[in-house]
């Protein structure tokens, strides 16, 4: 872990995620494919990928932060509506 904080996944963590988690769509009747996109930024990469692949619908969750953490940090979701042609669906956090 880094010293703020943050864990980043290596390319082969990230790969094993993605294997599983189609593989869980999948056994749930879902037609699911998965890729570990390039670095860039999220949003323009998420639009990118989902241009690329012809996609109807880009799903995403929302980690809501709050206004003013979204104002220092950008808000992925709200980028990703302006960066992609393709309807976004953004599914609320729900916290305990």
């Not at 996109?37 to 932060?65: F, K, Q």
């Amino acid at each position: 872990m880094s010293p703020a904080g943050a864990y980043f996944e290596t390319e082969a963590e990230s790969q094993r995620t993605i294997e599983r988690t189609v593989q869980e769509l999948r056994a749930a009747g879902v037609d699911a494919q998965g890729v570990v996109a390039p670095a860039g930024p999220v949003a323009v990469t998420l639009a990118s990928v989902a241009e690329d692949w012809n996609a109807d619908l880009i799903v995403t969750g929302s980690s809501r932060m709050g206004d003013a953490a979204s104002l220092v940090l950008g808000s992925v979701s709200h980028n990703l509506l302006h960066a992609s042609d393709v309807p976004v669906l953004i599914a609320e956090r729900v916290r305990p």
